[in-house]
């Protein structure tokens, strides 16, 4: 099946710093990425959907300044967590769908990055 | 917005029997989608119901719909301990193509 890589998988960061996390898609062209965040023993809440070329659209709630989207090719998409505080520690999670596919196909998920501000 | 429930929250059971577990949501949907996760890995696909279809079948997987409930049901059929994981559901609602996930069920097969 396709891949999407995700990287780090693990990082720590000082309050303050900024943080960017990747997720490209390995064998296939991705027009649009989502990203993730899940907080411990709980489900995944879409943060955001980032379109190629385009600006990205932030769920409610989600900061887009905080949250920073870049898709800037059909396989990278890459999100910057600004100036992190610890509240901002969680998994955090891409996913990605081919850009040929059609409406009933499945998504294709990165393996997720634990991001903890000390 | 979360729109698929989970029940139960967490299943424990012994390697041999099956396990099932039930997602209900609240729109009109294009699929439902079950996935696996890992302890703090990403996420698998494990199967994906049409909304005109009622039941599917993947290995000792079977999954149901039914629209007219709204709602879904995973089996996995002689379950192993390798299949200790959490299961989440989620829906496909159509024009964008993003994925509403459920709460999620807490899978454990004891050896």
């Known amino acids: 099946g396709a891949v999407v890589s995700q990287h780090p998988s693990r990082v720590i960061c000082k309050s303050g710093t900024s943080v960017k996390i990747e997720c490209r898609s390995l064998d296939f062209q991705a027009t649009t990425m989502f990203w993730y965040r899940q907080f411990p023993k709980q489900s995944l809440m879409l943060m955001a959907t980032?379109?190629?070329?385009?600006?990205?659209?932030?769920e409610q709630g989600v900061e887009k300044d905080k949250f920073l989207i870049n898709h800037a090719s059909l396989t990278l998409s890459t999100l910057t967590v600004t100036s992190a505080h610890p509240e901002d520690s969680s998994f955090y999670i891409c996913?990605?769908?081919?850009?040929?596919?059609?409406?009933?196909?499945?998504?294709?998920f990165g393996q997720g990055t634990r991001l903890t501000v000390v | 917005s979360q729109q698929g429930e989970e029940d139960p929250q967490a299943l424990s059971i012994q390697e041999g029997e099956n396990a099932t577990m039930n997602c209900s949501y609240k729109t009109s949907i294009n699929n439902l989608q079950w996935y696996r996760q890992n302890s703090g890995r990403g996420l698998v696909h494990l199967i994906l119901i049409r909304s005109n279809e009622r039941e599917k079948h993947s290995g000792r997987l079977r999954v149901t719909l039914d629209t007219s409930k709204k709602s879904s049901s995973l089996l996995i059929t002689a379950s192993r301990a390798a299949d200790t994981a959490s299961y989440f559901c989620?829906?496909?609602?159509?024009?964008?193509?993003?994925?509403?996930f459920g709460k999620g069920t807490l899978l454990t097969v004891n050896p």
């Open positions: 980032s379109n190629e070329g385009s600006k990205a659209t932030y």
């Open positions: 989620a829906t496909d609602e159509g024009s964008n193509y993003k994925l509403t």
């Open positions: 996913s990605a769908r081919d850009r040929t596919f059609s409406m009933n196909t499945e998504a294709f």
